[in-house]
Structure formats: structure tokens, C-alpha cells
Nanobody, 122 residues
Framework: VQLQASGGGLVQAGGSLTLSCAAS????????IGWFRQAPGKEREAFMC????????DCSDSVKGRFAVSRDNAKNTVYLRMNDLEVDDSDLYFC????????????????RGQGTLVTVSS
């Protein structure tokens, strides 16, 4: 079972990126899959967006209207479209199965990918 995130890179503020989360040995359509961000070397992980097995999506209030999540079942891939990027969006983004934490927040479970780095320049 493996999740592989890709699509990160360097982009100017106001630009867009689309991240991909490809799975092997694991059907993304049967699980809630989320995108999270994490500062390199830091433990804190922040929820961005998720898509559940029914195709229902949800995003953090901090990115609603700018980020959108989608899934291609045939390709077993989940995407995160990031528009109007800001310098503060710079971070390591990874995809993971979504769990509910004790405080009812979305937290990453297993499996989780290694992440792809997004850098937004001013």
C-alpha cells in the first residue's frame, strides 16, 4: 500500500498548482482521502481538504474558495487544485487516509504519502 504525492514546485504568488496523490495497492474511492500540510521538520500537520468515498468534499475555512479536491477513480488518483496561491501557502503537502481526532478534527491516518513541496514566491 502506497500513496505518492506529486506536483509541487515553485510558483509565484497568485499562481496555481495541481497536486496529485496516486495510490497503489489501495483504492482511494473506498476511503476518505485528505490533503494536509506540514512545515519541514515540524510535527504540526494542518488539514486542507478531503474527499470521501461518496465524493463529498470539504476544505478548511482557510482555503475555501482557493483550493479544491477531486478524484479520478479510473486513475486511482486524488487531486488538489490550488489557486491564488499565497506565500503563506508554502509548505510540504501530503495526502493520507483521513481520521477523526479526539477533538473531532481531521487528522492524517495510514496510509500516508511522503509529500510534495510547494514554494510560493512573492
Amino acid at each position: 500500500v502506497q500513496l505518492q504525492a506529486s506536483g509541487g514546485g515553485l510558483v509565484q504568488a497568485g499562481g496555481s498548482l495541481t497536486l496529485s496523490c496516486a495510490a497503489s495497492g489501495f483504492s482511494l474511492a473506498r476511503h476518505a482521502i485528505g490533503w494536509f500540510r506540514q512545515a519541514p521538520g515540524k510535527e504540526r500537520e494542518a488539514f486542507m481538504c478531503l474527499i470521501n468515498s461518496s465524493g463529498t468534499t470539504d476544505c478548511s475555512d482557510s482555503v475555501k474558495g482557493r483550493f479544491a479536491v477531486s478524484r479520478d477513480n479510473a486513475k486511482n488518483t486524488v487531486y488538489l487544485r490550488m489557486n491564488d496561491l499565497e506565500v503563506d501557502d508554502s509548505d510540504l503537502y501530503f495526502c493520507a487516509s483521513v481520521m477523526i481526532g479526539v477533538d473531532l478534527s481531521y487528522i492524517p491516518g495510514d496510509p500516508r504519502g511522503q509529500g510534495t513541496l510547494v514554494t510560493v514566491s512573492s
